[in-house]
């Protein structure tokens, strides 16, 4: 079954980095596009960035030029580096693929918490 699992959150001060890390299983990953989103309380779920199949990079307004996503095919992952943290970046981020066979689904990991301190 597909797996999504998530690490690498917790608390930084503002201006501080984190390197979030996403173990994925149950499907062929280098041909899959992947996603982080983030979840911050009392907010919709909202795209951070996403990375295709061919590593083509994509990323919110909100965090271009502080935040790099990346995959390492061979170790099945999906990472997120996080630089100049903002306390606004604080929220629950979630690793996300989506499979087409009959039909479309989204997966999603557990999420982990992340925390900017001002």
């Known amino acids: 079954q597909v797996q999504l699992v998530e690490s690498g959150g917790g608390l930084v001060q503002a201006g501080g980095s984190l390197r979030l890390s996403c173990a994925a299983s149950g499907f062929i990953f280098r041909l899959n596009a992947m996603g982080w989103y983030r979840q911050a309380p009392g907010k919709q779920r909202e795209l951070v960035a996403m990375?295709?199949?061919?590593?083509?990079?994509n990323y919110s307004d909100s965090v271009k030029g502080r935040f790099t996503i990346s995959r390492d095919n061979a170790k099945n992952t999906v990472y997120l580096q996080m630089n100049s943290l903002k306390s606004e970046d604080t929220a629950v981020y979630y690793c996300n693929t989506r499979l087409v066979r009959a039909r479309a689904i989204d997966y999603w990991g557990q999420g982990t918490q992340v925390t900017v301190s001002s």
């Open positions: 990375i295709s199949s061919d590593s083509l990079t």
